[in-house]
């Protein structure tokens, strides 16, 4: 998992409330990112930052909110907007320019009831 | 239309066997090539990262291919273990949009003894 950290690994929460994704790195990296990961599904990108205070709507950002005011910090909240919240959510961060490997973080589980 | 493709689904064999997993792939322009091996509640872990240039690539047990000119790369495994047992994704980056991965939806690697 690198010096990436998700918490807490699962979380469970009530239909119509907000909630919040923690993602911490300390490998110095620019660019991190959030995916969903469904079963059977591939990883889809809900939204991206190459820099502090600076971020990009991924594939699927609707019903979430990120912010990005520390390099090392991108936490995610999933708004009562989106419509099937409950899944495993994986941050990742790169150094940014060039051909770099995506670090993981172990994941976030959340299951919306 | 962007896409990553693998085969097979899933897949189970024999310790100590050989296997060959598929990815075929449609993003274009092409920047690099990805092979991550995620167990299963934990978040992925890169294997290889292949750019246009290259058509092999090792890291232990698994061996990594590419063609380019037809769009495909397989993920070679030898003497499987049982800790081979998890989701293999292969993921690919095009060079348009910086940071931007295209994940498959993985084959399912099952290892008995």
């Known amino acids: 998992d690198g010096g990436i950290t998700q918490s807490p690994k699962y979380l469970f929460r009530k239909e119509g409330q907000n909630v919040t994704l923690s993602c911490e790195q300390n490998?110095?990296?620019?660019?991190m990112y959030w995916y969903r990961q469904d079963p059977g599904q591939g990883l889809r990108l809900i939204y991206y930052s190459q820099i502090v205070n600076d971020f990009q709507k991924g594939d699927i950002a609707e019903g979430y909110s990120v912010s990005r005011e520390k390099k090392e910090s991108f936490p995610l909240t999933v708004t009562s907007a989106q419509k099937n919240p409950t899944a495993f959510y994986l941050c990742?961060?790169?150094?940014?320019?060039?051909?770099?490997?995506?670090?993981f973080g172990p994941g976030t589980r959340l299951t919306v009831t | 239309k962007n896409q990553v493709e693998q085969s097979p689904q899933s897949l189970i064999i024999l310790e100590g066997k050989n296997c060959t997993l598929q990815?075929?792939?449609?993003?274009?322009?092409?920047?690099?090539l990805r092979w991550y091996k995620q167990d299963t509640g934990r978040g992925p872990v890169s294997l290889t990262i292949?750019?246009?240039?290259?058509n092999t690539k090792s890291n232990g047990r698994y061996t990594a291919t590419l063609d380019a000119d037809t769009k495909q790369s397989s993920l070679h495994i030898t003497a499987s273990q049982l800790s081979d047992s998890a989701s293999y994704i292969c993921v690919v980056s095009g060079s348009s949009t910086l940071g931007r991965l295209y994940f498959g939806r993985g084959t399912q690697l099952t290892v008995w003894p």
């Open positions: 990815c075929n792939y449609t993003v274009s322009p092409f920047s690099n």
């Open positions: 490998l110095n990296h620019d660019a």
């Open positions: 292949m750019t246009f240039s290259e």
């Open positions: 990742a961060s790169e150094p940014g320019q060039g051909i770099n490997e995506q670090y």
